[in-house]
């Protein structure tokens, strides 16, 4: 099989990200996109992060219906960091003789070189980074030429969704309307659990 992997807060988890999904499982013929949220960072306020358990909660409403989507806990039932490498080495260790790919926007690939173990990923996977800002393909492609010498990287052309979890986020607490960047199913579940948000929540 051809596996994505896809990484994140997904803090909520919202259109642009199962736009960049679908659109790498399109582009890169993929038969299975794995989307994956990280711990919450110790170096975060608690208030801007919903729990693990509700950030699986929306990414599962988010891939309902979607035969390519999976949501996984991996890095939620873990106690260290969650660094890209060690949920590469776990994908690795389920599918030994699988071709891996992890996805990812334009603003992780140009810091990648800066990632835990970077190379050590490189040796295991194809990065496949999928604009997430207009007009920024020349400079992904430079990116992508310094770290071929460390493995195999593509940039796939798409039409960019931009848009952000953070300033969704800040729309909720302000209380500013957000069905267009957000699955209904997910509004409704973060309406019903009052994330983000103070008193009252416009839909």
């Known amino acids: 099989m051809r596996i994505g992997i896809y990484g994140g807060s997904f803090n909520p988890v919202h259109n642009g990200h199962i ?15 794995y989307l994956v949220p ?3 960072s110790p170096h975060r306020s608690s208030d801007e992060y919903a729990s693990g ?14 035969e390519r ?27 030994p003789d699988d071709e891996l790919f992890l996805l990812m926007g334009s603003d992780m690939l140009l810091c990648f070189d800066s990632w835990y173990r970077f190379e050590d990923i490189m040796k295991e996977v194809t990065l496949a980074v999928v604009s997430r800002n207009d007009g920024d393909f020349e400079q992904l492609e ?25 300033e969704i986020r800040k729309k909720i607490a302000e209380n500013e309307k957000i069905p267009c960047y957000l699955n ?6 973060i309406t019903s659990r ?7 929540f416009v839909l």
């Open 142 to 166: 430079e990116k992508a030429e310094n770290l071929r010498k460390f493995g195999k990287v593509t940039v796939c052309p798409t039409e960019p969704l931009e848009m952000s979890s953070s």
């Open 69 to 95: 989507l999976f949501p996984c806990d991996f890095e939620l039932k873990n106690d260290r960091k969650s660094y890209s490498y060690y949920t590469v080495e776990e994908f690795r260790r389920k599918f």
């Open 184 to 189: 209904e199913n997910v509004v409704q579940y």
């Open 19 to 33: 736009h960049l999904a679908e659109n790498a499982a399109d582009i890169l013929n993929l038969d299975r996109v």
């Open 38 to 40: 990280s711990r919450i």
């Open 194 to 200: 009052e994330l983000y948000r103070g008193d009252t």
């Open 53 to 66: 358990e509700d950030r699986m909660e929306m990414l599962r409403l988010a891939c309902e219906g979607n």
